[in-house]
């Protein structure tokens, strides 16, 4: 099978999904339920034993990995200096792969740390094996919605108990950080310091908040069994208080009813990645 299979990881999560057009939705799509006290490389040994969409007899693959990201202009970019540089920003990841892409148009570098095991487990099994940071799709497909409008935009993705929260100016990062999610009112204000510190216009310009899926959004606000429109809604009136124009993104709008979008939990990442494929 020529397509490319998708596994995305998470701390918490295992995904694969891959575009094909014999599937109801144009798109396979299977989570898989992860055992606990077992590493996640051991948890991809024992997917592949079970899971049917592993499989198929895809010769390649992409990894899509969620560990912390750093960002570099590309004019800054020092190969040599990129793991000592990785490792004093970020703990942890000392023995893990450190891979690093170009985003050609961000003009910037993009560093992040796979685990060698689970890279290893991966590269066993596929022919061609290609890396990725959950962030990627996201960071290109807003960067073509910011040229739409003359106002300035700052984005906040919900995602893996994670918020994204990044700006651009024209083809450059004009600023992109994460925080953990621990409540709405975590949320709210990590959102909102941004806001004051890039220097954003409470009344002209735009905040956009995206939710992988509907789970971020009860991981966010602690209810799980709560309407989730309602729960939006708490959440944009909150800001509205601060940024008057903010909105929340429909996957449905935003792909223009596209199949992918009907895929039940399926993360808008893997949405933007499927919808171009």
């Known amino acids: 099978m020529n397509n490319r299979l998708i596994i995305r990881v998470t701390k918490s999560s295992l995904l694969f999904a891959v575009a094909d057009p014999a599937e109801q939705n144009k798109v396979a799509f299977e989570p898989y339920i992860m055992k606990s006290g077992i590493s996640l490389a051991a948890n991809l040994r024992e997917a592949f034993r079970t899971s049917d969409l592993l499989n198929r007899d895809y010769e390649r693959a992409m990894l899509e990995v969620n560990t912390p990201t750093m960002l570099v202009p590309i004019q800054e970019f020092d190969e040599q200096s990129l793991r000592e540089l990785y490792n004093a920003t970020f703990t942890g990841y000392e023995s893990y792969a450190l891979i690093h892409q170009v985003l050609p148009h961000l003009n910037a570098i993009v560093a992040f740390a796979v685990n060698k095991d689970l890279r290893l487990v991966v590269e066993d099994h596929f022919t061609d094996v290609r890396f990725q940071h959950v962030m990627q799709p ?59 510190t890039i220097g954003m216009d409470a009344q002209s310009d735009e905040l956009y908040l995206c939710f992988a899926t509907m789970q971020q959004l009860n991981e966010a606000t602690a209810k799980p069994t709560a309407d989730a429109p309602a729960q939006t809604m708490g959440i944009v009136d909150l800001l509205r208080r601060y940024a008057s124009k903010t909105y929340t993104i429909n996957p449905s709008a935003e792909f223009n009813r596209a199949p992918v979008t009907l895929v039940k939990g399926i993360p808008f990442d893997l949405m933007v990645q499927l919808h171009k494929a």
């Open 138 to 196: 996201v960071w290109s497909h807003m960067l073509n919605r910011s040229f739409t409008g003359t106002r300035r935009k700052l984005y906040a993705y919900f995602h893996d108990k994670y918020i994204d929260v990044f700006s651009f100016d024209k083809n450059r990062f004009r600023f992109s950080n994460r925080f953990e999610m621990t409540s709405v009112n975590d949320a709210v204000y990590h959102i909102l310091h941004v806001w004051k």
